[in-house]
């Protein structure tokens, strides 16, 4: 069974996507993982722009694997595992950029489907419900205000002691929005056929109990 969780940034499908997979004994994937893996195997063969002359080389050359391991997921690239490096900075910042590429895109897809045929899997990202699994059996579309998703984005920073503003965050919200919005390959938007939640004044908790009324709800049919 498929289940797809797609929304912009800063929603907390992630999140509760991981609660949600933990609570059906499912994998939980998360997408965007494999982009920021590809990217930091770009970074750390020295390409750091898509324009780099070796790019395409480097990127037909990829291998790219996931693997659960006490329902954690691996990412390797050419068996290097780069789950450690997902989160580095120079990675969030360049996976944007590289993951609007369709011989990376494709890479990744085929990777997806490839796995979701034989797994009972929770999988979250953007284009996931629209473009790359669009059977999945049940679609959900994670919506939050922008307000609210620079209000935990704040928070979350000044809890780790960074000296953030409010407004700065949730400039950068809106233009990243605008750019997954409107980019040519598989922008961001909602599913045919999927269930809208929106997370603005709900917990996590009260999110995943939302989706497990529908997954309840479509099982019954
Ligand atoms: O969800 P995330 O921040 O970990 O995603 C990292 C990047 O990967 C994000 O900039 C856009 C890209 N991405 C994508 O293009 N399609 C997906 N299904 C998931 C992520």
């Known amino acids: 069974m498929i289940i797809t969780i797609d929304g912009p940034a800063g929603s907390g499908k992630s999140t ?16 965007g993982s494999l982009y ?32 659960f391991i006490n329902n954690f997921q691996h990412v390797y690239v050419n068996n290097i595992d780069y789950s450690k490096k997902l989160r580095d900075i120079k990675v969030s910042e ?14 990744v897809d085929k990777c997806q489907k490839e796995f979701t ?3 009972n899997i929770v999988i979250d990202g953007r284009d996931i419900g629209s473009f790359v699994l669009p059977n999945a059996e049940i679609k959900f579309y994670l919506d ?6 620079a209000r935990r984005r704040y928070k979350e ?11 700065e965050i949730k400039r950068k919200i809106e233009v990243r929005d605008e750019f997954d ?28 109990d939302k989706m497990l009324k529908t997954i309840n709800s479509f099982s019954k049919f």
């Open 36 to 67: 920021r893996a590809i990217s930091a195997y770009l970074i750390d063969n020295g390409v750091f722009s898509i324009s780099n002359e070796n790019f395409s080389e480097k990127i037909e050359k990829c291998d790219i694997k996931v693997e």
């Open 181 to 208: 919005r409107n980019k040519t390959i598989a922008p961001l938007k909602i599913p045919k056929g999927a269930v809208i939640i929106d997370s603005s004044r709900l917990s996590i908790d009260e999110v995943v």
């Open 157 to 167: 920073l000044k809890n780790r002691g960074e000296s953030v503003s409010l407004e």
């Open 117 to 119: 045929m034989n797994h």
């Open 94 to 107: 360049l996976t944007p950029q590289f993951s609007v590429h369709p011989t990376l895109r494709n890479i």
């Open 144 to 149: 939050c205000d922008v307000n609210e998703r």
């Open 16 to 31: 509760v996507a991981e609660v949600l997979a933990k609570k059906l004994g499912f994998y939980h994937f998360n997408s």
